[in-house]
């Protein structure tokens, strides 16, 4: 059975800290692996990866995949209260995807 | 400009009644998705369709039932045979099956049993 877990489940941060979300997975056929952010509704999405080592980045966030330990992790630098959300980890594979359980950031002024 | 419309936003349905969920996308997109979200969880697949007239369960399809018969349209019922139906539920689409490029979510439906 295909399982992506996130950690930590939640994350309370001051403005300006910096923070690293998990996500490790074990998923057979893997294709690509995605990270959202869900503010209220829809997720919206942010990186997609497909191979090691790589880093994405846009603006303050970055995202690396590392497909030999099974995991990948989303970095926010210099967090603003507009980063709190829940950021979820889904893994793709042929015909289906499998998400975590995501993460709740939650930045203080 | 292109996207995922789904309707209503909020529904209340007394128990033992059927409800229908819309979904309804302009992005020519192949693939469509019915995921429900419970608090504190993630997504979890209801049904999915890769091309009109033919719809795959997902991992919690009991008590769900799907049709696609146009490429633009997948609405979800809710039947009573769900036990446990007040969740929020998204739907999306993809270019392809795979969601090899991500997905494109709508907005939500936050369905609650009274």
């Known amino acids: 059975e295909d399982k992506v877990v996130q950690s930590p489940l939640s994350l309370v941060v001051h403005e300006g800290d910096t923070v690293t979300l998990n996500c490790s997975y074990e998923?057979?056929?893997?294709?690509?692996l995605l990270w959202y952010k869900q503010e209220k509704k829809a997720p919206t999405f942010l990186f997609m990866l497909?191979?090691?080592?790589i880093e994405k980045k846009s603006g303050r966030l970055s995202s690396i995949l590392d497909k030999k330990e099974l995991f990948s992790i989303l970095n926010i630098t210099a967090t603003q209260t507009g980063d709190s959300a829940v950021y979820l980890c889904a893994v793709m594979r042929a015909g289906k995807s499998t998400f975590g359980d995501g993460t709740t950031l939650t930045v203080k002024p | 400009d292109g996207g995922i419309t789904q309707s209503p936003k909020y529904l209340f349905r007394k128990e033992g009644q059927n409800v229908t969920l819309s979904c309804e996308q302009n992005l020519n997109h192949d693939a469509m998705y019915w995921y429900r979200q419970d608090p504190g969880q993630g997504l979890r697949l209801i049904y999915y369709s890769q091309i009109v007239n033919d719809f795959q369960k997902g991992d919690i399809a009991e008590g769900y039932s799907v049709s696609r018969e146009k490429k633009e349209s997948f609405p979800l019922t809710v039947t009573s045979a769900q036990k446990n139906p007040t969740a929020f539920y998204l739907c999306?689409?993809?270019?392809?099956?795979?969601?090899?490029?991500?997905?494109?979510f709508g907005s939500g439906t936050r369905l609650t049993v009274v």
């Open positions: 999306a689409s993809s270019i392809d099956l795979a969601g090899y490029y991500g997905y494109t």
């Open positions: 998923v057979t056929n893997f294709r690509s």
């Open positions: 497909t191979s090691s080592g």
